[in-house]
C-alpha cells in the first residue's frame, strides 16, 4: 500500500490534524485556493492522504503570519512535486515522505501590502532557523516555518484518531505512527537535536496528548 498517497482520514480528523476550522477548510477547497490529492468516498465525502495533511500543515501555519492562502499553497509547490512523485508508487512507507520533508525551510517576509516573497531552503541547521525565528519574532513581519517540524505534528494527531478507532493488532495507523517516531530518533544527529529541543520544550514539537 501507498501510505502517502492513501485517502485514510476523514474530513473532520484532518481539519483537527491541521488545526482550523471544517468551515475554514471547506471555503478553502470550495474557493480553489488548495488543491489536495485525496479521494470522495462512494458517499460523496472526502478523504485525505498524509501528503494532503502535510500541505495543508503547512498552508495552516503560513496563514497565521497574515499570508493569504493562495499564496501560502504556491509556496509549498517547490515540496510538493516530489510529494506528487511518491503518490504515484505502488507502494510509498510513510518513512519516505518524511525524508522528503526532512531539512526543509519556508521563509518568508513582505514585499508589498498583500504580497509576500519566500524562499524554499533544504538543510539549513537548527541553530540557523531558531537564530532566525527569534529575528522573525522580533520584527513581527517575517514568517518561518519548518515543513517537518509542523508536517509531523499533523500527522501524529490524524494517526492517532485512527490508531484509536481501529482494534485490529494489525493497526495500520498504530504501525504508521511508530514508525514516525522510530523515524525521528534514529535518522540524523539533526533530528536527535530536535528531539533534545522537544524534550527540554524550547520548540512546539508534535506532544503525546493534545
Not at 9 to 16: D, E, P, R, S
Not at 25 to 34: D, F, G, I, P, S
Not at 90 to 102: F, Q
Request: proline share 4%; glycine share 4%; aromatic share 8%.
Amino acid at each position: 500500500m501507498n501510505q502517502v498517497a492513501h485517502p485514510q482520514f476523514a474530513f473532520g480528523t484532518a481539519c483537527m490534524a491541521i488545526g482550523i476550522s471544517p468551515e475554514q477548510l471547506r471555503n478553502w477547497l470550495t474557493r480553489k485556493q488548495v488543491e489536495v490529492m485525496g479521494e470522495r468516498t462512494e458517499g460523496g465525502h472526502r478523504r485525505f492522504s498524509l501528503a494532503d495533511i502535510c500541505v495543508l500543515s503547512i498552508v495552516a501555519e503560513l496563514v497565521q503570519y497574515g499570508i493569504g492562502v493562495k499564496q501560502a499553497f504556491e509556496f509549498t509547490e517547490d515540496f510538493r512535486r516530489p510529494l506528487a512523485l511518491l503518490q504515484m508508487y505502488k507502494s510509498s512507507p510513510v518513512v519516505a515522505l518524511l525524508w522528503e520533508l526532512d531539512g526543509r525551510y519556508i521563509l518568508a517576509k513582505p514585499a508589498a501590502p498583500g504580497d509576500w516573497v519566500a524562499h524554499n531552503i533544504r538543510y539549513m541547521t537548527t541553530d540557523a532557523v531558531e537564530d532566525f525565528r527569534q529575528f522573525a519574532d522580533q520584527l513581527e513581519s517575517c514568517a518561518v516555518a519548518s515543513i517537518l517540524r509542523v508536517a509531523v505534528k499533523a500527522m501524529r494527531r490524524a494517526l492517532k484518531v485512527e490508531a484509536a478507532s481501529n482494534e485490529d493488532e494489525n493497526n495500520g495507523s498504530a504501525l504508521q505512527l511508530q514508525a514516525i517516531d522510530d523515524w525521528l530518533v534514529k535518522s540524523s544527529p539533526r533530528n536527535k537535536k530536535l528531539k533534545q529541543l522537544m524534550d527540554e520544550s524550547l520548540i512546539d514539537w508534535p506532544a503525546d496528548t493534545e
